[in-house]
């Protein structure tokens, strides 16, 4: 299993997604999933609609992974319809390749798809089934109100060669514990990702793999 931390490496709820947050997961080798959005024409690291004055921008953290000798693995939460063409540019001038992008509407998905860039369908109670699913490489496992999946689901997704990333029942509020000792059996799958708020709970209880 590799970890995907939630909006960065953080010890209180304001440090989310701030330069802090993600250098320190970077730094430690871990994953991260952080929001990308635009805005007065410029990429944003903001989980909601931004004001420049409170946005960080995505450049300057692009150039702090891109300086890194491990590059773990970036989930981009897309916020904004029609970045693909900035977004794609941004990642190539710093040749940063192990990401992958998730989050959009269908029509900006299938944008992503005809620029050849890495993307997730998301699987949930309320979308149990994509039309899409065979072409993307990664799978986002949802669950709003409860966990609605099996672990055979999980183990049919990594043997169709997807990258599974699993978000922990924490990140809506729920207790967490269920399907982490679900999840154990598949622990030693370098496809699978926990998405979590508890990072150092998550390496007390998981084998976890580099990122």
């Known amino acids: 299993m590799k970890m995907l931390c939630h909006r960065g490496l953080w010890l209180s709820p304001g440090e989310k997604n701030s330069p802090q947050a993600l250098q320190a997961a970077i730094a430690r080798g871990f994953g991260l999933e952080t929001d990308v959005r635009d805005c007065?024409?410029?990429?944003?690291?903001?989980?909601?609609a931004p004001r420049?004055?409170?946005?960080?921008?995505?450049?300057?953290?692009?150039?702090?992974?891109?300086?890194?000798?491990?590059?773990?693995?970036?989930?981009?939460?897309?916020?904004?319809?029609?970045?693909?063409?900035?977004?794609?540019?941004?990642?190539?001038?710093?040749?940063?390749?192990?990401?992958?992008?998730?989050?959009?509407?269908?029509?900006?998905?299938?944008?992503?798809?005809?620029?050849?860039?890495?993307?997730?369908?998301?699987?949930?109670?309320?979308?149990?089934?994509?039309?899409?699913?065979?072409?993307?490489?990664?799978?986002?496992?949802?669950?709003?109100d409860g966990e609605w999946y099996s672990t055979e689901l999980i183990e049919q997704l990594l043997r169709r060669g997807k990258q599974v990333a699993v978000?922990?029942?924490?990140?809506?509020?729920?207790?967490?514990?269920?399907?982490?000792?679900?999840l154990k059996s598949l622990e030693m799958s370098p496809q699978l990702h926990l998405c979590t708020d508890f990072f150092d709970e998550a390496l007390e209880v998981f084998h976890v793999e580099s990122n």
């Open 167 to 182: 978000v922990s029942p924490e990140l809506h509020r729920r207790p967490h514990q269920a399907l982490w000792s679900q």
């Open 52 to 144: 420049r004055a409170t946005a960080d921008g995505l450049e300057a953290f692009l150039q702090f992974y891109a300086a890194q000798a491990a590059r773990p693995l970036l989930a981009l939460n897309i916020k904004s319809d029609g970045l693909q063409a900035s977004l794609a540019q941004a990642l190539a001038r710093h040749q940063i390749r192990n990401y992958f992008v998730f989050d959009m509407s269908v029509p900006d998905t299938l944008a992503y798809r005809r620029a050849g860039m890495p993307f997730a369908v998301r699987l949930s109670e309320y979308e149990p089934a994509n039309a899409l699913l065979d072409d993307a490489a990664f799978v986002w496992l949802d669950a709003f």
């Open 40 to 48: 007065d024409g410029d990429l944003m690291i903001s989980h909601d």
